[in-house]
């Protein structure tokens, strides 16, 4: 098989690479000014303009000859058709069934999926109706104020980001905490103002073996064990559970009726739209769960059927390898001018991170080319403050993503007519720069003297020529979510596809959780095992009871 960077698409992008280099964004503008009508399109509530790119009508035409001489087409169509496209550990990647409705067919080796989804659905509808009715009651015939997710990862970060984003859907539900991390000082800041009685925990877990998740659910279970309720009731009224390990839950006491399925073909970054967005639809209501799912399955219908040219994710993912491996961009910006979307950039480091950070291809030969980005950023106007200098003035080349909403869920006019005109100013800011000339002008319209103009000019000229994307969300409702993150999620498909590697495993998080097991019997024990280098060993001793400082010190 012909490795990627030896394709004839790829050596044609590799020369015009370097006849674009030196090309300012203000040249591509003048000399293409319709590119501003023609870079843009819809999906249902999501805008998007791709106009602000280091690109020209021939860069797209290279990039769709790249995408058909790795197949994409087939490959996405090999996606959709339940094929075992995760080859390292032989699953189907059919997370776009669970946005499935009644008249969808997905088939995973000829047996149609979507049955059991449905089902699953409805006995997540019947339970989410009961907690925010109160007609379910805890062990002591409460109801349930506070419900608690305990998971990490996608069991998590997923969940979390949608309840944090749709959180003015949530009124009158049971307010619904996190937990992730095995640090015990985050579950006792969610435990010590919540009531055993009005408790519920939600075990988020698909192998129900994870250290974070087990850890924590263990010291749930001792919580309520401690309020004195009957054992037996506390596993049947304040316990649910999504896992596909059947037995460790029964290990754990958590009776059939309140477990919810999780199947191998789902990958726990893609999984906020099974059952394990339980938490999501407790808190804004089954119906506009479903809705998140309508929003995300019009972005999935789009990526099937759209020939390339109006393709939205897959322009993005090629845009995304255009900048990593020809325009050499290592990070991209992800930049949410809604601070309901503050946690979108973290959920999307786990998207893409953990689906494209690979250096082997799906044949298990090292990857010569850039893969996945660094992604990272924080909500605007907060990052404006903070690293937008970098961006602005700084060395290094940030393909970002702009996101807002046109219409906000909050009554401050003033508020969001600013936010937006920093979202629209800071991305023709980043475009367009500012000259030598230009900044000398600005200075002296300011009446600086001649030297002090002079003095000042080059710590106040702005290169540009940054690019980025603006997505709009109509407003930021469950649909527009659903089909804002399924573009992600199709993008980053995108970009995978074309480097030749699997996008749905992830090895790389395996080595440093086995050796913490290790590590954590040698704090227990007080001793140091074989097998550690120097400075990792110098490092165990300083954390050892009794010494200085050391745990339990």
Not at 277 to 299: H, P
Not at 315 to 331: E, K, T
Request: net charge negative.
């Amino acid at each position: 098989m012909t490795a990627v960077d030896q394709l004839p698409a790829w050596k044609a992008l590799e020369r015009h690479a370097r006849d674009l280099q030196g090309r300012h964004l203000r040249e591509l503008c003048v000399e293409d000014p319709g590119r501003g009508a023609r870079w843009r399109g819809r999906v249902g509530a999501v805008q998007v303009d791709y106009a602000k790119h280091r690109a020209s009508e021939e860069t797209f035409a290279l990039l769709f000859a790249l995408a058909e001489e790795v197949a994409l087409p087939a490959q996405i169509a090999r996606l959709f058709a339940g094929e075992r496209i995760n080859t390292t550990e032989q699953r189907a990647v059919l997370h776009m069934a669970l946005r499935g409705d009644a008249s969808s067919v997905f088939r995973l080796d000829g047996v149609d999926v979507m049955p059991e989804i449905l089902a699953t659905r409805e006995r997540m509808r019947a339970l989410c109706d009961a907690l925010r009715a109160g007609a379910w009651r805890g062990a002591a015939g409460a109801p349930v104020t506070d419900v608690v997710n305990i998971g990490i990862g996608g069991s998590d970060l997923g969940p979390y980001m949608i309840c944090e984003a749709l959180a003015p859907y949530a009124a009158g539900a049971p307010r619904v905490h996190f937990v992730s991390n095995i640090d015990g000082a985050q579950i006792s800041r969610v435990l010590t103002p919540l009531d055993p009685r009005h408790t519920l925990f939600i075990v988020n877990s698909k192998s129900f073996g994870t250290l974070e998740t087990k850890a924590n659910a263990d010291t749930a279970k001792a919580w309520l064990l401690q309020s004195g309720l009957p054992a037996e009731a506390i596993m049947a009224r304040h316990f649910l559970a999504v896992s596909a390990n059947q037995a460790a839950l029964s290990a754990f006491g958590i009776p059939e009726a309140n477990r919810f399925p999780i199947w191998d073909w789902v990958g726990g970054r893609y999984s906020l739209w099974s059952a394990t967005g339980l938490a999501i639809a407790i808190a804004v209501g089954m119906d506009r769960f479903e809705a998140l799912l309508t929003g995300a399955r019009t972005m999935d219908i789009h990526f099937r059927d759209t020939p390339m040219p109006d393709n939205l994710p897959l322009r993005l993912g090629l845009l995304g390898v255009w900048y990593a491996d020809f325009l050499g961009a290592p990070s991209h910006a992800v930049l949410p001018y809604d601070d309901r979307l503050r946690s979108l950039p973290a959920y999307l480091q786990q998207a893409d991170m953990e689906s494209n950070g690979k250096r082997v291809t799906r044949d298990g030969q090292p990857a010569a080319w850039a893969t996945g980005p660094i992604v990272w950023g924080a909500p605007g106007t907060n990052g404006q403050h903070a690293f937008f200098q970098l961006m602005h003035q700084g060395t290094h080349l940030i393909p970002a993503d702009f996101i807002g909403c046109i219409r906000p869920h909050h009554p401050y006019a003033d508020h969001h007519r600013a936010l937006l005109a920093n979202l629209l100013a800071q991305s023709e800011a980043l475009m367009r720069g500012r000259t030598e000339a230009e900044t000398r002008a600005a200075l002296t319209a300011r009446g600086l003297d001649a030297a002090r103009v002079e003095a000042l000019t080059p710590h106040n000229v702005f290169p540009g020529n940054q690019p980025s994307t603006t997505i709009l969300l109509d407003a930021l409702t469950p649909e527009a979510l659903g089909s804002l993150i399924a573009l992600y999620e199709h993008r980053i498909f995108t970009q995978g596809a074309v480097w030749g590697i699997n996008s749905f495993d992830q090895w790389g998080v395996e080595l440093g959780k086995l050796m913490a097991q290790t590590v954590i019997g040698e704090l227990a024990a007080g001793e140091i095992g074989a097998g550690h280098d120097p400075w990792s060993a110098a490092l165990i001793a300083a954390c050892l009871p009794g010494a200085q400082g050391g745990a339990g010190a």
